[in-house]
């Protein structure tokens, strides 16, 4: 039997020795095997821990099955996961792994989430080809897997990170708690909506094809960053009141995408960028990369993004948060801004008129031609600051509707949207001036929020022992400014609107003793032809270690066949993409 | 005139009634704590060292209630009997039992009027028609100390001994109303916002829960709603929700409000008092761990022991609810239920729930504790053969935690 000395000496030394073995290791199915090993050597408890120190974690196979059409069937994912999540008590009443002391810290506690995962389908790369939006059969056949170069599979096959790593620290003479390190900052009250839940961007390369299919903390791009969370508790009548802030020092990164055929699982549209005439893919404007960064230097100076929000509680319930966020646009919003903008050369000479655009200089146009010809696009990946207020709540009404009323909505100032007062013109092979596609920018506020509704709610005749927790969810957004002037990001005739409404309803309850769980949800935006998915997942647990997933999601428009613009990804992006996923997890 | 004399009557009755309260001898109070005084209970045919078993089941049959005596004969279950322990609560739950009890009554809305602390009311009366709402103070004002911290396990193990979930638990309940002072330090922090208690539960594992934590608030008043909040890891928020009382807690053989006997709203039933009885309970292990045995191993099988029971009866007052009714065995020097008997609605016995409380001398760290020290809970569901059991890992009581330990914004600190 260790002492706790002994044990904090060892746990630390153990944390470090993982530290780097997950660093280096490269992934292999060997570690795998090590970790089963590992567990049937154990007593069978679910987890490990060892004095202050526990690491838990699954493994996970996910086979993802495409059909858009009955009889067509066709493998797109085959994904294996390895997580594992060590956790230690480093400091424990003001004494560091057992034998240092540290006045003024009562308590520390160190995360750390590893993530390994292997695509094993770019070892078999099934086809068929890869439809795209706007499926318009085999002319909009993107690719297939094989087509990729075994480079280009190899860079896609593995993935080994540490998603999170960070300590909490927990003062002692003042209420004050500060997380460092990798993390995810999730504020706000809405499921699956980002208005508040911004800070941290998505990571689209991971699963972009509709709800539910992944959680967002898998989708979720974790940042260095510096949070504190202050206790106020009483203040006035206000009960727990507290203040929490984030600085994001400079680690900053946007969305990231995933095209076709590389990604199947990511947006549907092959890459935009390929057809280079110096070779290989155009690149943007000062070294800008779309879903990388922008124009700016990944520094504190130019990089950080900051939040604070105030939350606490009325005497009657009312839980309420203020927020306010200063960051850039990550574009995983639903919103149709844009992150690319379309830039003119800038020439020395006086500008020359042509034609009919009297007003567009023809020396610009041949400027931004000749860029092309060297491999660069005339526009640059853009992500600026956005001023962001925001305000979330909920409140309990269990006398009249029996339900948590929840809403949170957000004010934002100057987001990006494509201008088509704005063309970006380019000289066609007859010295003609001719619109490029891209576009320059103009900047609007925008509004969007929710209302949410969760009740459970008795259906004796499915379940006599369960309620079924029903959740609903209306959200809109709102552009004040004129949208008649906005391009849409989907495809040139998509439209800006000034409002857009997106219904949610999901219910869930438990069967079998805990073992078997449903899920079933559906999503309806009624302003783009009622695009909506319905998906349904059930966990089974064969055991209590082992878990067995079944979830099909379902794309469709109503009573309608044509292009349907839509941003949120339901039926019109992503109407032949129905999806089977069988999903096996192992956890200890 | 006869109308105005009926009242004067009425006034004089009240007045006398009040004054006999406000007279409640301290001796029947003192038998209440410490009924095994004058002598433990014996009976010749179930001397310490007896075993009943389905071979000798007869000299039980007194003592056990028929739902229980069925599952020994049936050979569910078998145990050994051992001699009663005397589990006195703290002696200064007593003292204030003793000062206020007298001026404890019933409003007319079923709420407790002029309760400070201790038991509310330590006598009970069979004749008297409010005596079963009244026991269900007793219970919602038991001794459970000020603070309760658990570390334990929640299985639902079918009739083969598997475990088919596994929850590990860290559980608190720490009160911040209506407790005794204790040297002269008032402990009930949250008289202003009328809040009786606050629980945290935080799970520990497995991996896919691991980190789910929740924040309930139950108030003074039975009227009042709890507040709920739910911290879930893969959405890494808090949220407010409403918990249904009469829905089983994770399909398990447990509704929300069965936890430690009736942890649900005095109004949700229609209380009887239906007497005391002297039976044979699984009270006073000399295990800080209960040891389960029987079939499927649902059953606790430490030594019972003969003990003063106080039995009611729950009838719930909502429809559609699983149980027609309840009968709960209170042990009466706790106050505490040991086995509460469930029928479903047709009044079949469904489900026997045992809650376990250990002797304190034998659990480490609480050896001086004058609490009803929890060892253990199972709940065995005869219909869907389940059993929904808590294995303790550890306990603690009365060890004081940070002001803020139940602030939501903790647990959002907390939140991983």
Redesign the interface.
């Known amino acids: 039997m260790l002492d706790r000395k002994e044990a904090g000496k060892h746990a630390f030394g153990l944390w470090l020795l993982l530290v780097r073995l997950f660093a280096f290791l490269p992934f292999c199915p060997l570690f795998f095997t090590l970790v089963v090993l590992l567990y049937h050597s154990t007593n069978g408890e679910a987890d490990f821990t060892y004095g202050p120190i526990s690491l838990s974690g699954n493994l996970q196979t996910q086979q993802i099955l495409r059909h858009p059409e009955p009889e067509k069937w066709s493998i797109i994912q085959q994904r294996n996961v390895i997580r594992l999540r060590l956790e230690y008590d480093w400091i424990q009443d003001g004494q560091a792994f057992g034998y240092l002391s540290i006045p003024r810290v009562r308590r520390a506690h160190l995360v750390s989430l590893y993530r390994g995962s292997y695509d094993s389908v770019y070892d078999f790369q099934p086809g068929p080809r890869q439809e795209a939006f706007p499926y318009r059969g085999r002319l909009r056949r993107d690719g297939k897997l094989s087509d990729l170069t075994r480079g280009a599979a190899d860079a896609l096959r593995f993935e080994s990170i540490f998603r999170e790593a960070y300590s909490d620290i927990e003062f002692a003479d003042v209420p004050l708690t500060l997380r460092l390190g990798r993390q995810m900052v999730v504020w706000g009250e809405s499921d699956n909506l980002r208005m508040l839940d911004r800070t941290n961007a998505l990571d689209t390369t991971w699963h972009s094809g509709g709800l539910g299919v992944e959680t967002w903390d898998d989708l979720r791009i974790p940042y260095w960053t510096i949070k504190a969370l202050y206790s106020f508790g009483r203040v006035g009548s206000l009960i727990d009141t507290y203040l929490e802030t984030y600085w994001v020092p400079g680690h900053w990164v946007p969305a990231k995408i995933g095209f076709l055929p590389g990604r199947p699982w990511g947006v549907p549209t092959p890459n935009p960028f390929v057809g280079s005439p110096t070779g290989g893919n155009f690149r943007l404007l000062n070294r800008t990369v779309l879903g990388r960064r922008g124009d700016y230097t990944k520094d504190p100076g130019e990089n950080s993004q900051i939040g604070v929000r105030i939350g606490a509680m009325t005497p009657q319930g009312l839980t309420f948060t203020f927020n306010y966020l200063y960051q850039r646009l990550s574009q995983d919003d639903g919103m149709n801004t844009t992150s690319l903008r379309g830039r003119n050369q800038r020439v020395s000479r006086a500008f020359g008129t042509v034609g009919r655009d009297r007003n567009v200089p023809v020396e610009i146009a041949r400027a931004n031609t000749q860029l092309l010809a060297n491999g660069i696009l005339p526009a640059e990946a853009y992500y600026p600051y956005v001023h962001t207020l925001g305000v979330s709540a909920s409140y309990a009404d269990s006398t009249y509707t029996e339900g948590v009323w929840r809403m949170e909505m957000i004010y934002e100032f100057g987001k990006p949207f494509a201008d088509k007062r704005k063309p970006i013109f380019i000289l066609d092979e007859h010295d003609a001036v001719i619109p490029s596609g891209f576009l320059g920018v103009k900047k609007s506020d925008a509004w969007q929020a929710f209302i949410g509704l969760d009740r459970p709610t008795w259906i004796r005749a499915l379940n006599r022992r369960t309620t079924f927790f029903v959740t609903s969810q209306l959200f809109w957004q709102y552009i004040p400014e004129g949208t008649s002037r906005f391009q849409g990001q989907i495809s040139p005739t998509d439209k800006v609107r000034n409002w857009e409404v997106v219904g949610t309803l999901a219910a869930s309850t438990v069967y079998m003793r805990g073992t078997l769980l449903p899920l079933a949800f559906i999503v309806i935006d009624p302003i783009n032809y009622y695009s909506s998915q319905l998906t349904w997942i059930v966990d089974y647990y064969v055991t209590p270690s082992l878990i067995v997933r079944l979830a099909q999601s379902y794309f469709f428009v109503p009573g309608f066949g044509g292009q349907v613009d839509e941003g949120w990804g339901l039926g019109g992006l992503y109407r032949r993409r129905d999806e089977t996923v069988l999903r096996v997890t192992y956890q200890f | 005139m006869v109308r105005a004399c009926s009242n004067v009557f009425l006034i004089l009755a009240c007045v006398m009634s009040q004054s006999a309260w406000a007279e409640l001898p301290q001796a029947a109070i003192q038998q209440t704590f410490y009924p095994y005084a004058a002598g433990t209970p014996f009976v010749n045919k179930l001397a310490p060292g007896t075993t009943i078993s389905k071979d000798s089941w007869e000299a039980a049959k007194d003592y056990l209630p028929p739902e229980i005596l069925d599952k020994v004969q049936a050979g569910e279950l078998a145990f050994a009997v051992q001699e009663t322990t005397n589990l006195p609560v703290s002696e200064e739950y007593i003292q204030a039992t003793k000062q206020y009890a007298g001026q404890v009554k019933l409003g007319a809305d079923g709420e407790l009027e002029g309760y400070v602390s201790g038991l509310p009311f330590p006598v009970l009366n069979i004749q008297d028609q409010q005596a079963g709402l009244k026991a269900a103070w007793n219970l919602r004002h038991r001794d459970f100390g000020d603070v309760m911290q658990v570390w334990n396990t929640f299985r639902?193990v079918t009739e083969s001994g598997s475990?088919?979930?596994?929850i590990?638990n860290y559980y608190v309940v720490a009160y911040g109303m209506h407790r005794p002072y204790v040297n002269g330090a008032n402990p009930n922090k949250w008289e202003h916002?009328g809040i009786l208690y606050k629980e945290f539960y935080h799970i520990?594992?497995?991996?896919?829960l691991?980190n789910s934590m929740s924040i309930k608030i139950r108030y003074v008043r039975d009227r009042l709603?709890d507040?709920?909040w739910l911290y879930s890891?893969?959405?890494?928020?808090i949220?407010?929700?409403?918990?249904?009382q009469d829905?089983?807690s994770?399909?398990?053989g447990f509704l929300n409000e069965d936890f430690l006997g009736y942890w649900g709203y005095v109004r949700a039933c229609h209380w009887k008092f239906l007497g005391t009885r002297r039976l044979l309970a699984p009270v006073g292990a000399k295990v800080s761990n209960t040891t389960f045995g029987g079939r499927g191993n649902w059953y606790p099988v430490d030594p019972w022991e003969l003990r003063e029971m106080i039995v009611l009866e729950c009838t719930p007052t909502a429809l559609?609810h699983?149980y027609s009714k309840r009968a709960l065995y209170v042990d009466q020097q706790m106050f505490v239920p040991v086995y509460v008997l469930f029928y479903d609605q047709d009044g079949k016995h469904q489900k026997t729930l045992f809650e376990l409380y250990g002797n304190p001398k034998f659990n480490p760290g609480n050896e001086h504790i004058r609490v009803p020290v929890w060892i253990g809970e199972t709940m065995i569901d005869y219909e869907?053969k389940?059993g929904s059991m808590t294995v303790m890992a550890k306990i603690l009581y009365n060890v004081p935690l940070p002001?803020?330990f139940f602030?939501?914004?903790?647990v959002?600190?907390?939140g991983?």
């Open positions: 639902l475990a088919e979930r596994e590990e916002d520990l594992a497995p991996f896919d691991k709603n507040d709920n890891p893969a959405s890494r928020k949220r407010k929700m409403i918990i249904k829905e089983a994770y399909d398990s559609g699983m869907e389940l002001d803020d602030n939501l914004d903790r959002l600190a907390r991983q």
